[in-house]
């Protein structure tokens, strides 16, 4: 026990030194972009004179020296003050939280349904390889993974909100109706339906893939026969000797994506008009909100270096053999 | 064409007339006084979403639609471009036309229950305005006093007259600000920034951010028995193609400017719980064009310029590009805007003129057929510009001018075109009205300003067209402003300081139950205290 302790703790100091350097280089590739906010607020205003600009860029702080403002902002970064936004006159952190309910759920349950549907149709495909089942869900699969996200997401609403009338195209709440409780909460979750649906058909054909093929390689191993020739049940058979030992190649793509769950997806959100964190990043971008941006890359950061020290450790749970070691 | 048009506009401006007319004494007749009957909910489409909502410090177009529900001007102004009363209940200008009186209404009241006074008004056009918003700066600060009379008459002296000083009263160019919430406070850092107060119709409730914008009725109106809807949701919806389908839906009731991409148009003009008007623009008359910067080898010499006007269909560009929506401009100023002047010299659709002129001016074609090489930066706007970019390319190609397209977003674009580092660009601008407010700023020597955006960017210079600008700006004479800016217009267009495109036109779609949306020139900006919803 003392050596995960061990192993943690110094995990956790290289992560601050990590993120550290991530926020400077943060710093300077958002500000390599050219133009700024005050020249973004000029041409939306569709009239400008000279002082409008000067009057902007000071109250940015845009007039002081690039390495003047890389010390203040590094000086707030450590205090884990994540700056303001002058643009949207709100501090980040709180504009982050805002958003963070609207991407966790959508992100949160698309991964987890597709990682469990992954699992299971990957698993199913491999150990009926060859069959009209393995290829339907090959087909699916692939199509689903190779056809753009947005696009998937507009057929949906064509179908399904707009000729069956079945559910709501985009929002996450049916606005002006003034639900309470039970009624709010199933008003949010149908208006999730839509949008959990087309970001899961893109993860679960990913985890489709990896476990057919890992389970494939793992499948006829000297290990899977003895276990057969022991006369153990087969799904005993596939869930506990063939997948645990095919399981590792997911768990690392999870891991991996787990870690961009909070950055959401900007198409996603885009298209069903849902207010997160992937629709703030990107309008940041456009309109160079530097401290928002900057706030939304320090948080993602964080979040994958926390996933990456999570999936080492499940690592050595699911197989022993793996140690940590510091 | 253009007649007809004309005819149209007046007839309907016409119909206008009658139905203001008509409106108090329908009060008295029963049956139709029960239409304009209290209640309704109207979703109205906002996009981009503003970044905050005063008006005062921000003027951006989805603000201005917003906040104008919030926030009033002391008038607003007609399909005809004739100032209206709005908090100004009256108002004189003296025969020199130096100063302007106003008496404005006696029991309106901020949001916060404190009485709107003159000195509201002196505050916000000497202090505010003065150091927030751009326009009004330029306005303003040719006023050489602003002062109250008393509680509710405001006087304007100003150093010289100045023509189109009424339509800074517009609620988007000078909307009054509540002098006890900001007098003696950083206005832009104000903590009251965050839930604005205005005299207008509808409060500000509840801005769900990314998601929608909450505004109820003012109970306490100053307009007694208005508004009639009981609030209104503006919903940020940032895809085009999910607007469309909100707008099939019928879960929006409103959308305006470009909301809806042209090339939806068509399919959503035949729905049939929608109506599309391109009324209610008047004030605003966006001009598109190619912009020209004049500083840059070929694009110095007015030949080439010239023969770009005679490559480029513009007929083309409205009916294929646009679908239908605006005119082919003929010249720097918007027909629908005061002192347009149609006896200008004609560039018709015509590539061997191009090709002519291209010659004379020394442009021969080189053996892969190619006389000169520009590039073009297109404008970051939405899939139309990009479309037209095209456009502009081929038809140029077809001239023996090679075309290069350049892409970038919104930032990099004011910071290129603005910094002058482009050959090409497209631009749109609006012209409130009044050529001095809106036209003289492109093309005037003067306002050559590296590093702001929308100033003479082109650096085109003429002593000629500066005077002629500074002398109708210095007048209230209709007829004589008149002469000076066709004189001006004329030069211009042979000129061609840049290549005009249409004289553009925003389709708004309003759900049919909903009445009375577009009454102005300024039409979804306006306070909406006389729309209502029709039940069945």
Redesign the interface.
């Known amino acids: 026990m003392p050596r995960i302790a061990l192993f943690i703790s110094q995990r956790l100091v290289k992560a601050v030194f990590v993120i550290l350097a991530i926020a400077v280089f943060n710093f300077f590739l958002v500000h390599a972009a050219p133009g700024d906010p005050a020249a973004v607020m000029a041409g939306e205003a569709g009239a400008a004179d000279a002082k409008f600009v000067e009057q902007l860029r000071q109250q940015f702080g845009l007039d002081r020296p690039l390495y003047e403002q890389l010390g203040t902002y590094m000086s707030k970064v450590v205090q884990a003050d994540l700056g303001y936004s002058y643009r949207q006159q709100r501090p980040v952190f709180d504009l982050l939280m805002d958003r963070l309910p609207v991407t966790l759920s959508l992100t949160l349950t698309a991964f987890v349904l597709a990682l469990l549907g992954g699992i299971a149709l990957g698993t199913l495909a491999a150990m009926r390889a060859g069959t009209w089942s393995d290829t339907a869900i090959t087909v699916v699969g692939l199509t689903a993974y190779a056809t753009p996200i947005f696009w998937i997401g507009l057929m949906l609403i064509l179908l399904f909100s707009v000729n069956l009338g079945w559910l709501p195209a985009f929002g996450t709440e049916s606005i002006g109706a003034g639900y309470t409780g039970w009624d709010a909460f199933l008003d949010r979750a149908r208006h999730l339906v839509l949008p959990v649906t087309t970001l899961g058909l893109f993860y679960m054909a990913v985890y489709t893939r990896l476990t057919r093929a890992s389970i494939l390689e793992v499948r006829d191993m000297d290990f899977v026969k003895t276990a057969r020739a022991k006369g153990l049940p087969e799904w005993r058979i596939v869930s506990v000797h063939i997948l645990r030992n095919a399981i590792l190649p997911v768990i690392t793509v999870a891991g991996f994506q787990a870690g961009h769950l909070i950055g959401g997806s900007i198409l996603i959100e885009t298209v069903f008009a849902l207010p997160g964190i992937g629709r703030l990043a990107f309008e940041a971008v456009l309109q160079r909100d530097y401290q928002v941006l900057l706030g939304i890359f320090l948080l993602t950061s964080v979040v994958v270096v926390v996933f990456n020290l999570l999936t080492d450790l499940i690592y050595s749970l699911v197989d022993p053999r793996i140690e940590v070691a510091p | 064409m253009s007649n007809r048009l004309r005819h149209f506009r007046q007839t309907l401006t016409a119909a206008a007339l009658a139905a203001a007319l008509a409106a108090p004494l329908a009060l008295t007749v029963p049956g139709v006084a029960a239409a304009q009957e209290r209640g309704g909910?109207m979703?109205i489409i906002v996009q981009?979403?503003p970044?905050?909502l005063v008006l005062g410090l921000?003027?951006?177009?989805p603000t201005q639609t917003v906040a104008g529900k919030i926030y009033q001007g002391l008038l607003t102004f007609g399909f005809d471009l004739k100032p209206q009363p709005e908090l100004a209940e009256s108002w004189e200008v003296s025969p020199d036309g130096k100063v302007y009186t106003f008496k404005l209404v006696k029991n309106a009241k901020w949001h916060d229950g404190k009485p709107f006074t003159a000195h509201d008004v002196v505050f916000s056009t000497s202090k505010l305005l003065m150091e927030?918003h751009?326009?009004a700066?330029?306005t303003f600060s040719k006023c050489e006093k602003i002062e109250a009379l008393d509680d509710y008459t405001v006087q304007f002296t100003l150093k010289e007259p100045f023509g189109p000083f009424l339509q800074a009263f517009e609620v988007s160019s000078a909307p009054m600000m509540p002098k006890h919430i900001y007098e003696g406070t950083d206005f832009?850092a104000n903590p009251a920034?965050?839930t604005p107060i205005g005299t207008g119709p509808f409060k500000f409730k509840e801005w769900?951010?990314?998601?929608?914008i909450?505004l109820v009725r003012n109970d306490e109106y100053w307009k007694a028995g208005k508004p009639y809807l009981d609030?209104i949701?503006f919903?940020?919806?940032?895809?085009a193609?999910?607007r469309a389908?909100?707008v099939?839906?019928g879960?929006v009731q409103q959308t305006q400017f470009n909301d809806i991409e042209t090339f939806d148009v068509p399919r959503l003009k035949g729905l049939p719980n929608v109506e599309m008007t391109t009324k209610g623009y008047e004030f605003f008359a966006p001009l598109s064009w190619i912009e020209i910067n004049t500083r840059n080898k070929p694009l110095d010499d007015k030949r080439f310029r010239q023969a770009m006007m005679h490559a480029i269909d513009r007929k083309f560009i409205r009916d294929k590009i646009w679908f239908g929506l605006g005119r082919p401009a003929t010249g720097p100023v918007n027909s629908v805007t005061r002192f347009f002047e149609p006896n200008v010299k004609k560039y018709d659709f015509d590539p061997k003129k191009a090709e002519a002129l291209l010659e004379e001016a020394g442009y021969k074609k080189g053996a892969d057929g190619t006389r000169a090489k520009v590039r073009l930066l297109v404008m970051p706007y939405g899939e139309t510009w990009t479309r037209l970019g095209e456009y502009v390319k081929q038809a140029m190609k077809r001239v023996g001018v090679d075309v290069t397209l350049e892409t970038?977003?919104?930032?990099?674009?004011?910071?290129?075109v603005?910094n002058w580092d482009y050959d090409l660009s497209f631009n749109f601008?609006?012209q409130y009205g009044d050529p001095a407010l809106g036209v003289t700023?492109t093309y005037v020597s003067d306002n050559i300003?590296k590093?702001?955006?929308?100033?003479n960017t082109m650096g085109y210079s003429n002593p000629e067209v500066d005077k002629l600008f500074a002398q109708a700006a210095q007048t209230n004479k209709d007829e004589e402003r008149q002469q000076l800016y066709s004189a001006a217009q004329k030069i211009l267009v042979e000129d061609v300081p840049v290549a005009w495109l249409l004289e553009m036109e925003f389709p708004t779609f309003v759900d049919k139950r909903f009445k009375n949306a577009v009454t102005t020139a300024i039409g979804v900006n306006e306070s909406y205290d006389s729309v209502y919803m029709v039940k069945k």
């Open positions: 909910t979703n981009p979403e970044p905050i921000n003027q951006q177009g927030t751009p326009r700066r330029a832009k920034n965050a769900n951010k990314g998601s929608y909450h609030d949701y919903r940020v919806i940032p895809d193609a999910s389908v909100a099939e839906q879960t970038t977003d919104a930032a990099g674009w004011v910071n290129r603005s601008v609006y700023r300003r590093g702001v955006m929308f100033s």
